[in-house]
């Protein structure tokens, strides 16, 4: 049914006239009659009823007129929702690893807090194909996901990928391993071609890196450990059980030291994930905006809470 017509039925149960109802929204009488009609048609009920020289609702009619005031509220509410020009408002489904959550959204939460309050954030914690899967299903309106330059994610045609920041990887070896000489990463790998390996145990990306530069050394890595928390990578390094790519920028614990890594390096890259044509809404709008104005620095002593969702 056309909005429009609601309206005029509206107006007829609070002016009792369609004189008044012409007069108030400079239109003919025929024209208020006609619409009027034409929303009885639409509906298959009777509307008006005459009483004497004029008309009235129905009981049918009132019952309609009842269910227009939240219609076009509901109507209206659409349109400031999706005018560019409203202050935006809305709940924005936002999906993301640890430390993307960490160092990018959660400092323009509390901007949103103060200058944005319209606007609500509802976050969780995804591995990257989760989260296209999501919003592939329209379950999320945001993600923030990775990949690394050495194991590059593809992403279907229906998404939009805007780059965030990168920060460097290295290699976690025990503290007390024999010092290696500077060189390739395939080189840095030669040298611990005998160790065990350690990788994710929800995302393949950091094992596809490891197995990448290990094939420019010439050998197949042993994966041995897989663990979905860099604490946990760490305390199986510290403990002789293997070695494992970790975040340069991010300190280690006593008994872990860091390799750099070069010719290839490696680089977590974090993404803003859209789907296709959803960017203009005002409230997901907005957030992109906050999140791309500001992509965050790394942060030294950041925690490092799960893996392949903290591996940034």
């Known amino acids: ?4 017509r609601l309206q005029l039925l509206l107006e007829l149960s609070r002016l009792g006239s369609m004189r008044a109802v012409a007069e108030s929204l400079d239109i003919t009488t025929s024209t208020v009659s006609q619409q009027i009609a034409a929303l009885s048609r639409e509906i298959g009920a009777v509307l008006l009823e005459q009483d004497g020289r004029r008309v009235r609702l129905t009981p049918a009619g009132q019952r309609l007129a009842a269910h227009a005031v939240t219609i076009l509220a509901a109507v209206d509410a659409a349109h400031l929702d999706l005018d560019p020009a409203a202050e935006p408002a809305g709940t924005v489904r936002v999906a993301g690893f640890a430390t993307a959550i960490r160092r ?15 606007v609500r954030l509802l976050i969780h914690e995804h591995e990257p194909a989760e989260m296209t899967a999501l919003l592939a299903t329209d379950s999320l309106d945001l993600a ?84 979905d928390s860099l604490d946990l990578v760490q305390d199986l390094v510290i403990a002789g059980m293997g070695v494992g790519l970790l975040p340069s920028d991010q300190p280690v614990r006593p008994g872990v030291a860091l390799i750099a890594l070069r010719d290839p390096d490696v680089r977590l890259r974090a993404a803003l994930l859209v789907r296709r044509g959803r960017a203009d809404w005002p409230p997901l709008a907005l957030v992109v905006d906050l999140l791309t104005a500001t992509p965050g620095a790394a942060t030294p002593g950041m925690p490092s809470e799960r893996s392949g969702l903290a591996r940034a």
């Open 1 to 4: 049914m056309e909005t429009r």
């Open 104 to 118: 990018s959204l959660l400092p323009i939460a509390a901007r949103l807090a103060t200058d944005h309050p319209g």
């Open 144 to 227: 923030l996901s990775y990949d690394y330059n050495l194991a590059p994610a593809g992403f279907p045609a229906s998404v939009e990928r805007t780059p965030l920041w990168a920060t460097p990887w290295s290699l976690g070896v025990p503290a007390g391993a024999a010092p290696v000489r500077p060189g390739s990463a395939a080189e840095v790998f030669t040298h611990f071609r005998r160790h065990s390996w350690i990788v994710n145990s929800r995302n393949t990306a950091d094992e596809d890196v490891v197995r990448t530069i290990a094939s420019l050394a010439g050998f197949e890595p042993e994966i041995t450990h897989r663990a």
